[in-house]
């Protein structure tokens, strides 16, 4: 059984890009939620897809984009880059969106 | 966007001591509460978890207590040992499937 894995590991984009990152969720796993964490701070929730379709979304705004795949597998798009968005952004996975998350390693994204 | 409140920011804890960790909630709609482990470039690893209707669960060295008419719950890690030294966070979880997470914990276990 694998985990929750990212892609990429780190990512230096420029302000007023547009950015996506990948997710493949654990086996068996049909629920993704992102979340945003900026250093020092706990994880901020951006949203969950489960089968395909979101299913909750937190305070961010719509330049926050994501989708997920048959295969359960998800993206995060961001467009317009800020400076802000300067944060490790994470991957949690479950086998439905009320049960347990189990985090990928995150990616690193730094906007300049 | 907080709505969950921990403390302290830094604990340092000598081998063997107890460490705690308070975490305070606002919203009431919150039914599931998380306590997550992540150490450096990693991701948060859940510890624990407790549902408001019971006032305590016990894991192992781990245990949560649960206050619901104060909206607290704690972490308290028994024989703390270098190996815990972490970073803990607390989240409470409301029926929109929002997690809400506490500022974080950075413990020390000084050997």
């Known amino acids: 059984e694998t985990g929750v894995t990212q892609s990429p590991t780190h990512l230096i984009k420029t302000r007023g890009q547009q950015v996506t990152l990948r997710c493949s969720s654990q086996?068996?796993?049909?629920?993704v939620s992102w979340y945003q964490q900026a250093l020092g701070q706990g994880p901020q929730f951006i949203f969950q897809?489960?089968?395909?379709?979101?299913?909750g979304r937190g305070n961010f705004p719509p330049r926050f984009s994501g989708l997920q795949f048959p295969n359960y597998s998800s993206e995060l798009n961001v467009n317009a880059l800020e400076l802000d968005d300067s944060a490790l952004y994470l991957c949690?996975?479950?086998?439905?969106?009320?049960?347990?998350?189990?985090f990928g390693p995150g990616t690193r994204l730094t906007v300049l | 966007q907080q709505q969950v409140k921990q403390s302290p920011q830094s604990l340092i804890v000598q081998k063997g001591g107890i460490s705690i960790i308070n975490c305070a909630y606002e919203?009431?709609?919150?039914?599931?509460f998380p306590w997550y482990q992540q150490f450096p470039g990693k991701g948060p690893a859940l510890l624990i978890a407790?549902?408001?209707?019971?006032s305590e669960k016990k894991e192992g060295r781990f245990t949560i207590s649960f206050n619901k008419s104060a909206k607290q719950f704690s972490l308290h890690i028994m024989d703390s040992q270098p190996g815990d030294s972490a970073t803990y966070f607390c989240?409470?979880?409301?029926?929109?499937?929002?997690?809400?997470f506490g500022a974080g914990t950075r413990l020390t276990v000084k050997p």
């Open positions: 949690a996975s479950s086998f439905y969106s009320a049960d347990t998350q189990y």
């Open positions: 086996s068996g796993h049909n629920t």
């Open positions: 897809y489960y089968r395909e379709e979101e299913n």
């Open positions: 919203n009431t709609a919150f039914d599931y």
């Open positions: 407790i549902r408001p209707d019971v």
């Open positions: 989240a409470a979880r409301d029926n929109n499937n929002d997690m809400r």
